[in-house]
């Protein structure tokens, strides 16, 4: 039997599905793995059937753009409804990890990795964190370097804000996106 994993994203203009894509693309890569990518806002009801996929993942990876500096509300709603699977703690033992996406270099993003995993910590998830050394930090690197934001713990990308998705984000951050979720399918299958 495969090994499940889900990759829950918002995208509210499509540069956060582009990026949730590349997760995706990097955890189907990896032999062994099934990869579940769904739009959080299946999620919004609560009978979903996708709640059920979630509940049989090895792994959630969460996406979300970051929207004035935490989570989006509609990836927020998500995390708000799995409260039912928090009381019972069905999660828990599972891998989690996160990647968000924003306007700014910088933008507050920190912050959005930092909400998904606090919540995963709630559901007694463990937390898969990015394992990319920095790019972009030296004389030397370039904006096309892998890890070009200098994130630890998860997946970040930038969008500029007059681009659509489909030049935004860059190739070097879908890179960065699509090794993060080999990692992430590479860890489930240690830890399955
Ligand atoms: C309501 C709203 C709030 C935003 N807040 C931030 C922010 O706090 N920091 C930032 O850098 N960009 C911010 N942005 C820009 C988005 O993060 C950026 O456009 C991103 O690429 C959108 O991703 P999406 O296309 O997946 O929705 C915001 C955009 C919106 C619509």
Redesign the pocket.
């Known amino acids: 039997m495969s090994t499940s994993i889900c990759v829950v994203y918002?995208?509210?203009?499509?540069?956060?599905?582009?990026?949730a894509e590349a997760v995706a693309a990097g955890v189907s890569a990896v032999e062994g793995v099934e990869c579940h990518a769904m739009a959080v806002d299946l999620l919004h009801d609560p009978e979903a059937t996708e709640w059920k996929t979630l509940d049989g993942a090895a792994a959630i990876i969460m996406g979300s753009?970051?929207?004035?500096?935490?989570a989006?509300a509609d990836f927020k709603k998500f995390m708000e409804l799995s409260s039912a699977r928090w009381m019972e703690q069905r999660w828990a033992d599972k891998l989690a990890a996160g990647f968000t996406?924003?306007?700014?270099?910088?933008?507050?993003?920190q912050n959005t990795l930092i909400q998904m995993a606090t919540f995963a910590a709630q559901h007694g998830m463990l937390w898969v964190n990015l394992n990319q050394l920095p790019g972009n930090n030296n004389s030397g690197g370039s904006v096309d370097d892998q890890n070009r934001l200098g994130a630890s713990l998860g997946a970040m990308?930038?969008?500029n804000?007059d681009e659509g998705?489909e030049v935004?984000?860059t190739r070097a951050d879908l890179d960065t996106a699509r090794v993060f979720g080999e990692r992430v399918a590479r860890c489930a299958l240690r830890w399955n």
């Not at 918002?10 to 990026?19: A, D, E, F, L, M």
């Not at 753009?65 to 935490?70: A, K, L, Q, R, W």
């Not at 996406?101 to 993003?109: H, I, L």
């Open positions: 918002h995208s509210g203009y499509g540069h956060t599905q582009k990026q753009p970051t929207y004035m500096g935490s989006s996406n924003s306007g700014s270099q910088n933008g507050d993003k990308a930038q969008s804000v998705p935004a984000p």
